[in-house]
């Protein structure tokens, strides 16, 4: 089975909307890392948002926010305010204890494309 | 800036050849990772070091080593070179790995080779 599952391949949206983008994970774990990264088309990985799984609180960062739902073992990312900046790949990761936090099982992605 | 730097940027060499990507962590981090991407796999992590030993490894080939100096910069040997392994690497660093210290492992831009 996936460690974690995106299940939007592609999304759209327009300038200044908001978008959610899918992730949910399985693990036994009970403590563990989720992370979302951002990939532009020139490659680079740029971290954006952390959650841990002993956070009470949805991690925020700016524009980013974490709606992390620990029964359902979603961890989804919204972008308020989408700029076309936001044209990226997303990819959602986890970390688990048993690793020793040591690897990140990442998702295949989510192609966010921002449009005037 | 993620403060983590990768060498070369873009590489392109021949089957069969060596190549050796060399990875700076951000200020601080003793923790190194490799992970490869590429279209058919995804991301998929390497291997890890923290303060110059092999703290994980994951799906890194025979052919693939790789070590961390005691300046805690890292280089990632791939030898015997074959079209597969045209990929994206990235080396990404932080500091030592908890729930919930360490919770941000940074990336650098990714070195591209292409064996041709």
């Known amino acids: 089975a996936q460690k974690i599952t995106q299940t939007q391949p592609g999304m759209f949206v327009q300038e200044k909307e908001a978008v959610t983008l899918d992730c949910t994970y399985d693990?036994?774990?009970?403590?563990?890392?989720l992370f979302w990264y951002k990939q532009p088309s020139s490659g680079e990985m740029i971290f954006l948002i952390y959650?841990?799984?002993?956070?009470?609180q949805n991690a925020t960062e700016g524009r980013y926010s974490l709606n992390f739902q620990k029964a359902r073992k979603s961890a989804n990312l919204v972008i308020s305010a989408s700029q076309l900046g936001d044209s990226a790949m997303y990819f959602c990761?986890?970390?688990?204890?048993?690793?020793?936090?040591?690897?990140?099982?990442f998702g295949k992605g989510t192609m966010l494309l921002v449009s005037p | 800036d993620s403060g983590v730097t990768q060498t070369p940027k873009h590489l392109i060499t021949a089957t069969g050849q060596r190549v050796t990507l060399r990875c700076s962590p951000r200020?601080?981090?003793?923790?190194v990772y490799w992970y490869q991407q590429s279209l058919d796999q995804g991301l998929q992590f390497l291997i890890q070091?923290?303060?110059?030993?092999?703290?994980a490894k994951g799906n890194i080939l025979e052919r693939f080593s790789a070590q961390q100096f005691p300046d805690l910069h890292s280089e990632l040997n791939l030898s015997s070179l074959e079209l597969g392994d045209s990929a994206l690497y990235f080396c990404?660093?932080?500091?030592?790995?908890?729930?919930?210290?360490?919770?941000?492992?940074?990336f650098g831009e990714g070195s591209w080779l292409t064996v041709v």
């Open positions: 990404a660093s932080s500091v030592e790995p908890t729930e919930r210290d360490g919770n941000t492992i940074y």
């Open positions: 959650q841990g799984s002993y956070d009470q």
């Open positions: 070091y923290y303060n110059g030993e092999e703290r």
């Open positions: 200020s601080g981090d003793l923790s």
């Open positions: 990761a986890m970390r688990e204890a048993y690793s020793g936090y040591s690897t990140l099982t």
């Open positions: 693990t036994s774990d009970p403590s563990y890392g």
